[in-house]
Antibody, heavy 119, light 109 residues
């Protein structure tokens, strides 16, 4: 059964880097036809796509976050990761990792992890 | 960026009602439109992909239609478990710059 699990610090200080990892089980992250993505949701607000990556390492990002975001993949660990630099309180959100099928629809989601930016 | 506008923002309905939620794109996105359901404190769940294809395991009372700029999600007969927030998402372009609608909260009347 396919599962995705986010992990990482729940509290990050302003101006620092938010780092999260998504561990995929039940399928190889190197499977063709799928991208792997990150989506976030500030408390009480809507969904915002952050970016997506293919197992080859080819990634694309939300233009509004592109200057601060890096998504990487580690096929040996069946994981992909998110780094968001220079965070502010506006980056406080539940962060979800997802599998994206060919039309970029996210058909599998992690449970989400709340990251709070605060000193 | 392609802007997605959902209407209404909130909706009250009763069990058994037929409900329609609309999503409009700021430019043509062909059929690159997906719908999600989110319940409180849970991750969203994919309902409809490519505007009108029902995701595996999703009840047939959910349906999607539209192309170009105007899309609809219809629930033919509301069930108690359908009260949730619904989001549309566009994924047009190569590579796509994915954006979501602001959400529609469906509440019990």
């Amino acid at each position: 059964q396919l599962q995705l699990q986010e992990s990482g610090p729940g509290l990050v200080k302003p101006s620092e880097t938010l780092s999260l990892t998504c561990t995929v089980s039940g399928i190889s992250i190197s499977s063709s036809n799928y991208y792997w993505g990150w989506i976030r949701q500030p408390p009480g607000k809507g969904l915002e796509w952050i970016g997506s990556i293919y197992y080859s390492g080819s990634a694309y990002y939300n233009p509004s976050l592109k200057s601060r975001v890096t998504i990487s993949v580690d096929t040996s660990k069946n994981q992909f990761s998110l780094k968001l630099r220079s965070v502010t309180a506006a980056d406080t959100a539940v962060y979800y990792c997802t599998r994206e099928e060919v039309s970029s629809a996210s058909d599998y989601w992690g449970q989400g992890t709340l990251v709070t930016v605060s000193s | 960026d392609i802007q997605m506008t959902q209407s209404p923002s909130s909706l009250s309905a009763s069990v058994g009602d037929r409900v329609t939620i609309t999503c409009r794109a700021s430019q043509s996105i062909r059929n690159y439109l997906n719908w999600y359901q989110q319940k409180p404190q849970k991750a969203p769940q994919l309902l409809i992909y490519a505007a009108s294809s029902l995701q595996s395991g999703v009840p047939s009372r959910f349906s999607g239609s539209g192309s170009g700029t105007d899309f609809t999600l219809t629930i033919s007969s509301l069930q108690p478990e359908d009260f949730a927030t619904y989001y549309c998402q566009q994924s047009y372009g190569t590579p796509p710059s994915i954006t979501f609608g602001q959400g529609t909260r469906l509440e019990i009347k």
